[in-house]
Structures are given as C-alpha cells and as structure tokens.
C-alpha cells in the first residue's frame, strides 16, 4: 500500500510532466487502494485524532470508526506498525470529491444522493448502459458511488473490507448511474469522445475552497475587465470571494460569492476550452513542456512552443489577462 506522501510526491510531479486531468485521475486512485474508510471524511490524513472527531459527530458510526483504529480499540498506545499510517481517509462520496479536487475539479454534495442531484456537478449523466466507457466518470448505484477509469475498473471506498477497492464493471450490485464531472475534460475532448453538450453545462460552479486553472482564469477576467487586484494563483480565498461578491452585485446577481452559470455568463464565458494538453518533451531543455493548442482549428500553421515551467503561470495569467480584454475592445 502507498503512502499519501508518496501519492502527493507522485502527483506533483505528474502535473509537473503536463498529464492531462483524466490521466492523473486514473494514475492516482490506483495510489489509493488500502486507504482506510471513515463516514463522512473526505481525504483528510489518517489520525486517531481525527477518526476520533468523526466517531463523535456520527454515534451511529462511532463504533465502526473507533474499532478499525488500534489506539482507539486499546488494541496499542501509538500509531506505530499501523498499516494506516501516513494514509487519508474517506467515505464513498468523499472518495470522489477528493480525488476531483486533486485535479482542480469540485464536486459539490455532502451525500450521495446530493452529488448526483446537484446539475452544475455533470457536463452528462445518465443510466450506464450509455456511460462512454473510455472516459473517467463518476458512478453510481443505491447510497453508494465511485470513480470508474476508463478501462472496465471502478474505484470505490466502503464495502466489506473498509477501504478503497476496485473491482470490474458491471460491479456487485451492478453500478446503474454515471456522471462525467463538468470541466475534467475540455470541450474538444468530448467531440473527441462523440459527446455533443452544451458547452455552458462544461463549466464548473466554484466557490471559496476551490483551486486549479479555473480559478486562475476567473481571477484573470476580474482583474483585467473589472478592476480587481487579485493575485491569480489559482486559490479561491477571501480576496477573490469579495471580489466575486463585488462583481454580482454590481450585475443584479445574488452577492453570494458562488461563481455558477449566471455569473459565468455575466463574466463572459460560455464555454470551458480548458488548459492546453502539456506534453513532455525529452529534447527539450530541461524543467520545460510543450504547449499543444486546445483547438483543433488553431493547430492550422501552429509549431509547438517548449516554455519553462517556471514561467509558465505568469505566462499564462497574463495571456488569459489580454484575451479577455480584447474580447471586449470595442
């Protein structure tokens, strides 16, 4: 079983080498497998303490998250020789909503039943028979949910042994839902797939807690068309709430701080184009990645461009910045 400072170490260098979201998905649930479960966590590190906070917010848990802990069964005083140290823990939907947010993606719902309900979660959703069974989707069945990857293998945490698993589709019981989470893959991705959607539905809900490419390029648009001094790093805190907050009430929207449909489209954007696939190039000089265009039209002419990774966020920031102050240049 890994380590979670294994898995971060793994992932850091993954997003590093430019792995598309999908991809680091399915590399870093396999990463998982082991981890222990715990009602209602969602990826926080695995702790006596904080099993022991669980146990007292869930009394009808309670006993089934203490007696799977050595220290808190009295099976030993410490931590040391459990084969849960330095592991996270999680229940099913927690599972999935941690491992989306690795990647910049949010899911919102804290049951099951809410995550599948709330729509700003699914570009699509549907019954499985029709699931595209390339792409990683969310899936579904009776208080139960998981990560399926692409390749016939659901990811899931719970079950009998209390831990993240993984087993073949069509699963026991069977796996009756899906749903592909708005914004892990870009629009051209899911032409690619033969998934025609409305490209508004590909945008996620964000709010305060959030963090990825979205978040930089709503922090972009503020600045550059309204005024805001944010930093674009990425980081949905105070600052960028109250500016949010500014920006909706300033349009006739609910000064809420929750950057939905409405406010997107307020902002300008229709569509999410996502970042650029970034492909590691071995003759390349060193610390560097290829940029590939997102679109395939823009591919007409276009050379790849190595850019090192170090400049690549300012560079970033500041073409998001230009194009959405040209795209209102009257």
Known sequence: MYTASYAADEL??????????????????????????????????????????YAGNRLDHAEAIRGACPVLSNEQPACDGCKWVDTRIFDCRGFTRWLL?????????????AQWEYGPNWVVKGDIQDMPRGLVCC?????????????????????????VVEEQLPGSPKWERFGI?????????????????????????????????????LQAILNAK???????????????????RAFQKAHGLTADGIVGPKTWKALGV???????????????????????????ESLQGAEMVAV???????????????YHVLQNYD
């Open 226 to 244: 309204y005024g805001a001094e944010l930093d674009v790093d990425g980081s949905f805190g105070k600052a960028t709430e109250m500016a949010v």
């Open 12 to 53: 850091k260098r993954w997003k590093a080498e430019g792995i598309v979201r999908a991809d680091l998905i399915r590399r870093l649930e396999k990463l998982c497998l082991g981890w222990p479960y715990v009602f209602g966590a969602a990826g926080e590190m695995c702790t006596p303490a904080k099993r022991q906070s």
């Open 270 to 296: 229709d569509h999410f184009a996502g970042v650029s696939k970034m492909i590691q190039d071995g003759t390349s000089a060193p610390d560097a990645i290829q940029i590939v265009p997102d679109r395939e």
């Open 139 to 163: 899936v579904f069945r009776p208080s139960h949910t998981g990560m399926y990857t692409g390749d016939g293998w659901v990811r899931h945490c719970g079950g009998r042994k209390g831990q």
């Open 101 to 113: 947010s690795q990647v910049g993606v949010p899911l919102f719902g804290g049951t099951v039943t």
């Open 181 to 217: 989470p708005a914004g892990l893959y870009t629009d051209q991705e899911l032409r690619e797939a033969g998934i025609i959607v409305d490209a508004s539905k590909n945008i996620p809900t964000i709010r305060r807690g959030a963090e990825g490419d979205l978040v930089e390029e």
């Open 308 to 322: 090192p990774l170090a400049d690549w966020q300012a560079i970033r920031a500041g073409i998001m910045a230009a």
